[in-house]
């Protein structure tokens, strides 16, 4: 590789002095009450300074934007921040319109494992500070075994086909996510619980369109204090039609401290 080519390569995720711009932000959140510092990091990647900014600033949530690039794309910029990660990561799509409409309704994509339990309780505290609709979204997956399940007709008892099956294993799914989420939150009955079957990725993705903000745990292994995209995650931050917070695996409470709640306060309301 020669210098030039080694120069464009380390300098194609920056862009030109956007000081200007920032300026322009910055007047624009003052006037809503929010104080902005703005960094001018030196590097010769985007991904490098800006990681380590946010850690030596300890920030408790860092944003990044998704591209144009195609489906399945975040960017190399985007990829690296999130990679490892100690803090909140919120990817949000080039087209989404924060004026539009405000956050009405926010989504959490739910398993009841540890990282499926924080995301919950994180999205319950932003439903609560934004006064937002909190939808609890837990998807089933088809598997093979589920054949096995059925059952051919014997007058004058039903047949129990595919179709019946997959039902069962949805409404199984929303009763065990509904007694999940009381013993969570407690009895509130402003959290919406519902059931899917399909690829949980793919599913959760056409759900993201109704929805102004989805929170995601990060996969349930690897480094702990991290975020480290699973496949979920991963579908969520490159295709997902609103923003997408993913929280680092083995933090407690990230939001709600960012929030300014103390850990468990949601898990206390109702």
């Given at each position: 590789?020669?210098?030039?080519?080694?120069?464009?390569?380390?300098?194609?995720?920056?862009?030109?002095?956007?000081?200007?711009?920032?300026?322009?932000?910055?007047?624009?959140?003052?006037?809503?009450?929010?104080?902005?510092?703005?960094?001018?990091?030196?590097?010769?990647?985007?991904?490098?300074?800006?990681?380590?900014?946010?850690?030596?600033?300890?920030?408790?949530?860092?944003?990044?934007?998704?591209?144009?690039?195609?489906?399945?794309?975040?960017?190399?910029?985007?990829?690296?921040?999130?990679?490892?990660?100690?803090?909140?990561?919120?990817?949000?799509?080039?087209?989404?319109?924060?004026?539009?409409?405000?956050?009405?309704?926010?989504?959490?994509?739910?398993?009841?494992?540890?990282?499926?339990?924080?995301?919950l309780r994180g999205a319950?505290?932003?439903?609560?500070?934004?006064?937002?609709?909190?939808?609890?979204?837990?998807?089933?997956?088809?598997?093979?075994?589920m054949y096995t399940e059925?059952?051919?007709?014997?007058?004058?008892?039903?047949?129990?086909?595919?179709?019946?099956?997959?039902?069962?294993?949805?409404?199984?799914?929303?009763?065990?996510?509904?007694?999940?989420?009381?013993?969570?939150?407690?009895?509130?009955?402003?959290?919406?619980?519902?059931?899917?079957?399909?690829?949980?990725?793919?599913?959760?993705?056409?759900?993201?369109?109704?929805?102004?903000?989805?929170?995601?745990?990060?996969?349930?292994?690897?480094?702990?204090?991290?975020?480290?995209?699973?496949?979920?995650?991963?579908?969520?931050?490159?295709?997902?039609?609103?923003?997408?917070?993913?929280?680092?695996?083995?933090?407690?409470a990230p939001l709600e401290?960012?929030?300014?709640?103390?850990?468990?306060?949601?898990?206390?309301?109702?």
């Open positions: 590789m020669s210098s030039s080519q080694g120069s464009r390569r380390r300098h194609a995720n920056l862009v030109p002095d956007a000081s200007d711009e920032l300026r322009e932000i910055r007047a624009e959140l003052e006037t809503e009450g929010v104080w902005a510092e703005v960094l001018l990091l030196p590097g010769d990647s985007a991904a490098g300074p800006l990681h380590h900014a946010a850690e030596d600033h300890q920030a408790g949530l860092l944003s990044v934007g998704r591209g144009t690039a195609r489906e399945g794309i975040l960017g190399s910029t985007a990829e690296r921040l999130i990679h490892g990660a100690r803090s909140p990561i919120a990817v949000v799509p080039e087209a989404w319109d924060s004026d539009a409409a405000g956050v009405r309704t926010i989504g959490v994509a739910f398993v009841d494992t540890e990282e499926g339990r924080e995301a319950y505290a932003l439903a609560r500070r934004t006064g937002a609709r909190l939808r609890v979204l837990t998807v089933v997956k088809p598997r093979v075994v059925t059952e051919a007709a014997i007058p004058p008892r039903p047949g129990r086909d595919f179709d019946r099956v997959v039902g069962e294993h949805r409404v199984k799914a929303e009763m065990g996510a509904r007694k999940a989420v009381a013993r969570i939150l407690g009895d509130d009955g402003e959290v919406e619980v519902d059931a899917f079957v399909g690829d949980p990725g793919d599913t959760l993705v056409e759900l993201s369109e109704y929805l102004d903000l989805l929170v995601s745990g990060s996969r349930g292994y690897g480094p702990v204090r991290a975020v480290l995209l699973g496949g979920v995650a991963r579908r969520l931050a490159t295709a997902g039609h609103c923003p997408v917070i993913v929280l680092p695996r083995g933090v407690e401290e960012l929030l300014g709640e103390a850990p468990g306060t949601a898990a206390r309301a109702g």
